[in-house]
């Protein structure tokens, strides 16, 4: 090889290795072709590879520069994403409260911390045969026990309060309240028993309480009973209100007033949520002072000073009460108090000073004989018809104490709550065929509302300025026309929800959706018995009440296959038995014959029997009578 040929090759270290693989068949062309045109050929391959790795080094670039821009895309996105901090909220539900007067039960829930705003509960409706009580479902709660940091309470209506010894016995939580709402809870709790003590907490209002993550402000609040609040419950994504039951009363029984400026200052600072009753919000202008009752009783006992006066009001209404007792020792009237509540709540109330009297007023309902009825005052329960309280049994010549006539004049100090109104006629009826004298709301100024009226919900509204609204309180027609009216002040309509039963609603501080469920409902009360009373018992109880009960007893032996008596038939609610005896005789043939054939055929199993007879009486029964009497079959074994 030539000398000048090894030094090119000694020049080109890149292709070194290359060549040296390709040797021979390069031998074999270089002494073919001539030395010109062999470096031209070189000379041509390297700028066709120089071109070639150049516009690979490009393309090297190129894809490095987008992998460079994805990888810091994806750098950037996942480093938003790592600082993204999850939104937080506060989940607020509703057990009762809505679409209905009493059962409230308010749950405000921020990550592992739970708190109850009262629990209260309702009348039953119609329907609900036999039923005492109504009181919210807490599965979720009790689920959850763990997690509830306190139980607050506004006030000490029974719409409020009335739940606390059912659901104490389920839920070991502290309970927070003012000195009356608490004195009333005491007095219910040594009635029920509970196998603890439960735990509670007097607060008074301006104070404030932790709870985990929360805490919760007590702001005095008017209402037709003492100690009312309003609470503010300050979480970590914003201000939530829960006004209670309110009124602005600006001349109060107690002398202090709503603490209007507190509400000023907070929403000052800002309110997220403003959850506010709404039983009045259908009804322009504001709600008279309680003072007002206080006139009109003044004139009422001047233009009868000749007659004993019975008045009928809510227990808890130790104002209207005070104002009843203060206006009979200006006339000289002795005063005696009757109905269970009534004596439990004006007991509590004097107790802890909320209450007085001049001495020698009160007096025992088994000591008014001793006096003539003119200087005779009776308070009593039963303002809303109930069936046992004591304004009923008078009505019904059934109390023990008091006969009422043509002497007495009662006042009924109360407006009826929704569903009530038929009892409460009943009453009057009653009173009235016995030439008593009756006034109630309607006829005389004898009651004034404890809630607040649109002006009132307005000027809430003004001083809280809150972000969103809820309203709270009150039959759907209520609920309806409070959000409407938070509209007019200027609220979006997409920051106003109007809760649902069991249904639960999502805050941010931006934001307010509703978003979830938790279980709810009505679990009644039927004296001692909780919860036993279901769907299947109301429905056979209905079923009672309107077609009535047939019983069919037979004796069998199975072992022979004989009906040794019967089937003999009696009812209850369907049919008078004398005048009805050739059906019964029909019915009683129809019932032998299909045990028979059921005998006949081998079958004794008492059920499959039970359904046979059952059914081919239903039948023969609807035909003739068109009811549908509950048809109970009884087969006793006398082959035993």
């Keep these: 090889m030539p000398k000048n040929e090894k030094t090119d090759k000694s020049q080109k270290p890149a292709t070194k290795n290359k060549q040296a693989k390709r040797g021979v068949k390069q031998t074999s062309k270089t002494a073919k072709t001539p030395k010109t045109k062999?470096?031209?050929?070189?000379?041509?391959?390297?700028?066709?590879?120089?071109?070639?790795?150049?516009?690979?080094?490009?393309?090297?670039?190129?894809?490095?520069?987008?992998?460079?821009?994805?990888?810091?895309?994806?750098?950037?996105?996942?480093?938003?994403?790592?600082?993204?901090?999850?939104?937080?909220?506060?989940?607020?539900?509703?057990?009762?409260?809505?679409?209905?007067?009493?059962?409230?039960?308010?749950?405000?829930?921020?990550?592992?911390?739970?708190?109850?705003?009262?629990?209260?509960?309702?009348?039953?409706?119609?329907?609900?045969?036999?039923?005492?009580?109504?009181?919210?479902?807490?599965?979720?709660?009790?689920?959850?026990?763990?997690?509830?940091?306190?139980?607050?309470?506004?006030?000490?209506?029974?719409?409020?309060?009335?739940?606390?010894?059912?659901?104490?016995?389920?839920?070991?939580?502290?309970?927070?309240?003012?000195?009356?709402?608490?004195?009333?809870?005491?007095?219910?709790?040594?009635?029920?028993?509970?196998?603890?003590?439960?735990?509670?907490?007097?607060?008074?209002?301006?104070?404030?309480?932790?709870?985990?993550?929360?805490?919760?402000?007590?702001?005095?609040v008017n209402h037709s009973i003492a100690d009312a609040c309003c609470l503010a419950v300050t979480t970590p994504v914003g201000t939530v209100i829960h006004t209670g039951d309110f009124k602005l009363d600006l001349t109060p029984i107690e002398g202090e007033i709503m603490n209007i400026a507190r509400l000023g200052q907070i929403g000052n600072e800002g309110v997220l949520l403003l959850m506010c009753e709404s039983t009045n919000a259908e009804r322009p202008g504001y709600t008279p002072s309680e003072k007002k009752v206080g006139q009109s009783l003044d004139n009422i006992f001047l233009r009868n000073k000749d007659k004993r006066i019975v008045i009928a009001t809510f227990s808890s209404n130790v104002h209207r009460v005070q104002q009843i007792i203060n206006t009979s020792a200006q006339y000289g009237r002795k005063v005696a108090i009757t109905g269970r509540s009534m004596l439990n709540i004006v007991g509590a109330a004097t107790r802890l000073g909320y209450m007085s009297a001049p001495n020698g007023v009160l007096i025992d309902i088994n000591e008014i004989k001793k006096y003539p009825p003119e200087q005779i005052t009776l308070i009593t329960t039963g303002s809303q018809g109930e069936p046992m309280s004591a304004l009923t049994r008078m009505a019904f010549?059934?109390?023990?104490?008091?006969?009422?006539?043509?002497?007495?004049?009662?006042?009924?100090?109360?407006?009826?709550?929704?569903?009530?109104?038929?009892?409460?006629?009943?009453?009057?009826?009653?009173?009235?065929?016995?030439?008593?004298?009756?006034?109630?709301?309607?006829?005389?100024?004898?009651?004034?509302?404890?809630?607040?009226?649109?002006?009132?919900?307005?000027?809430?509204?003004?001083?809280?300025?809150?972000?969103?609204?809820?309203?709270?309180?009150?039959?759907?027609?209520?609920?309806?026309?409070?959000?409407?009216?938070?509209?007019?002040?200027?609220?979006?309509?997409?920051?106003?929800?109007?809760?649902?039963?069991?249904?639960?609603?999502?805050?941010?501080?931006?934001?307010?959706?509703?978003?979830?469920?938790?279980?709810?409902?009505?679990?009644?009360?039927?004296?001692?018995?909780?919860?036993?009373?279901?769907?299947?018992?109301?429905?056979?109880?209905?079923?009672?009440?309107?077609?009535?009960?047939?019983?069919?007893?037979?004796?069998?032996d199975r072992y022979t296959g004989n009906i040794v008596t019967g089937p003999d038939i009696s009812t209850k609610g369907f049919v008078y038995a004398k005048e009805s005896e050739a059906l019964l005789d029909e019915l009683a043939k129809l019932a032998q014959r299909s045990i028979e054939r059921c005998l006949h055929r081998g079958v004794t199993d008492f059920e499959t029997m039970q359904t046979r007879v059952r059914d081919e009486l239903n039948s023969v029964i609807y035909q003739r009578t068109k009811r549908r009497p509950m048809i109970v079959p009884i087969f006793m074994d006398f082959s035993l």
């Design 397 to 556: 010549s059934d109390h023990r104490n008091v006969n009422v006539g043509p002497n007495d004049y009662v006042i009924i100090s109360a407006t009826p709550i929704p569903g009530n109104e038929k009892m409460i006629s009943c009453i009057v009826n009653e009173l009235l065929k016995r030439g008593t004298e009756v006034i109630n709301d309607s006829t005389a100024e004898v009651h004034v509302s404890g809630h607040a009226c649109m002006e009132e919900l307005k000027i809430m509204h003004a001083l809280t300025r809150p972000q969103c609204f809820v309203p709270l309180h009150g039959e759907y027609r209520h609920l309806k026309k409070h959000a409407d009216l938070a509209k007019q002040m200027g609220m979006e309509p997409r920051k106003i929800i109007i809760p649902q039963t069991g249904k639960v609603i999502e805050l941010t501080k931006r934001t307010i959706k509703a978003r979830g469920e938790v279980p709810s409902g009505a679990i009644m009360v039927d004296g001692y018995s909780v919860g036993d009373v279901g769907v299947t018992i109301l429905r056979d109880r209905r079923h009672l009440a309107e077609d009535g009960i047939l019983i069919v007893v037979t004796a069998i």
């Design 38 to 220: 062999s470096a031209k050929s070189e000379k041509t391959k390297t700028a066709k590879s120089n071109t070639k790795n150049a516009q690979q080094a490009e393309k090297r670039r190129t894809n490095q520069k987008r992998t460079s821009s994805k990888k810091n895309f994806g750098a950037n996105s996942k480093k938003k994403q790592t600082k993204k901090k999850p939104v937080k909220s506060v989940k607020i539900g509703f057990l009762g409260g809505l679409n209905e007067i009493g059962k409230n039960l308010a749950v405000i829930e921020y990550e592992n911390d739970i708190i109850m705003i009262d629990c209260g509960l309702g009348f039953p409706d119609e329907d609900m045969l036999g039923v005492d009580l109504v009181i919210p479902d807490t599965t979720y709660l009790e689920k959850n026990a763990d997690r509830i940091r306190g139980l607050f309470l506004t006030h000490g209506h029974e719409d409020h309060i009335g739940a606390i010894p059912y659901v104490l016995r389920k839920l070991d939580i502290p309970v927070y309240g003012t000195r009356l709402t608490l004195g009333i809870i005491e007095n219910k709790l040594m009635e029920h028993q509970l196998p603890f003590n439960p735990r509670l907490n007097c607060v008074e209002a301006g104070e404030v309480v932790t709870a985990g993550s929360m805490s919760v402000e007590f702001i005095r």
